[in-house]
């Protein structure tokens, strides 16, 4: 829809008295975090959602578990490891009450898989142990071999998590359909052509990105389905295997998956919802007793190359124009959006990423700090440039 609302607000057009130093538009985790993050940092800020609730998107639907990745050593296991050890701090920092620290442990997926677990070793920089298959199975575990035991590792309660965030933040129910910048500070307008002013705005919107050309960054949603289950099983650890299986918290064991390939992963199934993770969980441990209570479905919205995205946004319809030769691999200097940022492309680790991620962007945006170049978008731009297909049209 072409909005054509006539500007006017409670801010005066120019002048530097703004209504916010920012708004950042999304409550998932995501914003949450930046909001709580810009606001400790002295911003005044507003956090916006369509929704009146957070966590409506897919922040509701996460297993939220918080634990390190193992592999071998790359770049995206390095930062992500960074993240978590900055996440678990933080959380038991300012909301311990959401944070279950359950451990997690790593369990492979089959016996090849165990081999690798020797190559991962050397790479674990979190506090970890083997358990033995016997100990595994004395902790109500099955089918396994030797895992890795991240103790320090646990899992939030996603909504209640984001809703203890947002409660400590401005929080306004507002669907952003366009922003507009006059020069000096950003207008934020609704449907109905309410307007909300700022001179700084962060994009946390997830999957959805409607309001600028934002195709370099190659945002794009893939499902996740979680089941919580009522259940008097004594399992007292958190797993993760090909699906995630939280400890019995409170009477509640949380089974999910971030990777859904049915085309259709939020429809009840023959009248058994989410059969094939219960069915998968009862590889792992004893579900007889399980009865399902509530089903969430949602999309985590990733990057191109997995790496977050969290920074300015590029100026794409001016970097066009001026340099037309960059399709062709010119490297010309690169004009960002005056006072856009983003904090996106979290994928499968949200809860992981998003308190690290959220510190950087309000040293970027108050302190004005270069953000790092791992999780910057810039990093997919000129390469999109050249590439992209959109762009041969
Ligand atoms: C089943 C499942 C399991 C998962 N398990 C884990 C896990 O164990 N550990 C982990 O760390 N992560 C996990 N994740 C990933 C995690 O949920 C995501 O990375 C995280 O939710 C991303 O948060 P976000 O804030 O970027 O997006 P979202 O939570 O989708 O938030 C985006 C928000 O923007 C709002 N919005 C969009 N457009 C507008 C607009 N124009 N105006 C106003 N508001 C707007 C939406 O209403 C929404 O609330 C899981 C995800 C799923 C789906």
Redesign the pocket.
Known sequence: MDLDCSMHSHAEHGNESFSYDTII????????CAAFALQQKGQKILL????GV?????????????SPKIGKGSPLQTLTNEAYEYAKDFYLKHFPKYFHQTGVIRIPKDAEDAEKFHLYEEFNNSQYRWVSKEELETLGIKNSENSFFFEGAG?CD?PVMCRAIWEQVPFEQ????KLKYDGTQWHLLNAQCSMLNAKHIVL?????N??FDMRYMGVKGT????GDYSSALDLKVSMHKSI?VSANINGIIKI???H?KSKEPCMVCDGEPLKALLETASQMVDTSDLVLKET??????GSKDYFPLVGKVMDVPFMLEEYPTITRGAKPPLKHIDNLFI????????????PLMAEWLAECIVEGKEMDVRVSPDRLFLKWCRKSTDLKH
């Open positions: 538009i999304g409550a998932g985790i995501a914003g949450c916006v959602d369509r929704s957070p966590a409506s998107g897919g922040s509701g639907a996460a297993g939220a578990f918080v899992v996603a507002f669907e952003v359909d946390s919107t997830g999957y959805q409607a309001l499902w996740g389905s979680r995630s999910g998956a971030t859904v969430f479905c949602g999309m985590r919205s904090c996106n492309g979290l994928g499968g680790r949200g809860f992981v990423f998003a």
